[in-house]
């Protein structure tokens, strides 16, 4: 086996460094049961939050975004949810892309600045 250069070990330092640690999964949690909480709140009681993408297939870093599958029941018009994530202090830079292929809300969870996709169904 051939034997590790500098450079080999400098990528291995920098993948340690910004792979998610423990508490960036925490905080991935969190904030999935903070989006839960305020869909529920609205008034749709089967809400449902998945995240999917980097975070959950171990290939995420600690500036990673988060991306969540809010599940309905149906799929929801992106601009009246949007208002309603708005409404949690938590959240800002909130927006909706409606004309998206699949609409999404874009917003930035503030106490940990993770930036987070929602798309709905």
Do not use: W
């Amino acid at each position: 086996m051939p034997e590790k250069s500098h450079f080999d070990d400098q990528i291995l330092d920098l993948e340690k460094e910004k792979e998610l640690k423990l508490k960036d999964h925490e905080a991935r949690v969190r904030i999935c049961s903070s989006i839960h909480e305020v869909f529920i709140e609205a008034g749709y009681t089967n809400c449902l939050v998945y995240p999917y993408g980097s975070t959950l297939n171990g290939v995420g870093f600690s500036d990673s975004d988060l991306d969540l599958y809010v599940d309905l029941g149906f799929t929801g018009d992106s601009l009246k949810l949007s208002k309603s994530l708005a409404k949690d202090t938590d959240f800002v830079n909130i927006k909706a892309v409606p004309n998206a292929r699949v609409p999404i809300v874009k917003a930035v969870h503030f106490p940990s600045g993770i930036k987070c996709d929602l798309s709905f169904g």
